[in-house]
């Protein structure tokens, strides 16, 4: 069975969405990672642990607009492997898997499929923060 994990967002100010966010739903950060081009920010409250992960992609000047704003929709899996090719068995067309290495370890191991409107869904293995 497949668990929401979290749903991205693309923000122009990292700190103004955080206090947005904050101000607005009680979450607050519960990790941070910068990287070369992009920077990810993990948002959550006490309620539940879904999460908001806004991403900023460094040296974007332009507002996004709705359709280049959303990102995706995130859920893990205990088994990555099979949840593809139960996926590609239905005709679902999911994406090769990809692994993020983050300091020399593994981060996370996904791939994404798009549902019928287009709308990204990131389907990551159970692991680590991702869980």
Do not use: W
């Not at 009680?26 to 948002?43: I, K």
């Not at 899996?77 to 996926?87: I, K, M, P, W």
């Not at 020399?104 to 996904?110: D, E, K, N, V, Y």
């Amino acid at each position: 069975m497949a668990k929401a994990i979290h749903t991205m967002v693309r923000v122009l100010d990292l700190d103004r969405s955080i206090d947005f966010y904050g101000r607005a739903f009680g979450l607050e950060v519960a990790d941070r990672f910068d990287f070369e081009g992009f920077a990810l920010v993990y948002l959550r409250n006490a309620e539940n642990d879904f999460e908001i992960e806004l991403t900023l992609n460094k040296g974007r000047e332009a507002p996004y607009g709705h359709a280049d704003g959303y990102g995706h929709l995130a859920v893990c899996v205990d088994d990555l492997d099979a949840e593809h090719g139960r996926l590609g068995d239905l005709g679902f067309e999911p994406l090769d898997i990809k692994e993020f290495h983050r300091d020399g370890a593994l981060m996370a191991r996904f791939f994404f499929l798009q549902d019928p409107d287009g709308y990204k869904i990131e389907v990551l293995q159970r692991h680590g923060r991702y869980r």
